[in-house]
């Protein structure tokens, strides 16, 4: 059984900072591409951000030059610094990717999400 538990979100300024974390845990063999994914109510959900197992790292244009992912494959763990909040980034932030449990079956998991509201 894999998991995937994001932290971090919360109420923030415009113009303020989160660091959103992805913990991944369970029977694990290895993480491939991970994602920060994000939906607002009446919206789609969207990518933000995702990150492969090497480190080579893609982003939306929305959050070009604000948010950085990162991971710690070791830890099993992938971040998301959000900086230069705008109220437009306010929506659920979803960690999702794919992972090869320890029965070698690949598959496509996702968390339960963290709220981010960015509001004065």
């Known amino acids: 059984q894999v998991q995937l538990v994001e932290s971090g979100g919360g109420l923030v300024q415009p113009g303020g900072s989160l660091r959103l974390s992805c913990a991944a845990s369970g029977s694990i063999l290895s993480i491939y591409t991970m994602g920060w994914y994000r939906q607002a109510p009446g919206k789609r959900r969207e990518l933000v951000a995702e990150i492969t197992r090497g480190g080579i790292t893609n982003y939306a244009d929305f959050v070009k030059g604000r948010f950085t992912i990162s991971r710690d494959n070791a830890k099993y763990m992938v971040y998301l610094q959000m900086n230069s909040l705008k109220p437009d980034d306010t929506a659920t932030y979803y960690c999702?990717?794919?992972?090869?449990?320890?029965?070698?079956?690949?598959?496509?998991?996702w968390g339960q999400g963290t709220q981010v509201t960015v509001s004065s």
């Open positions: 999702g990717g794919d992972i090869k449990d320890s029965g070698a079956v690949l598959r496509n998991y």
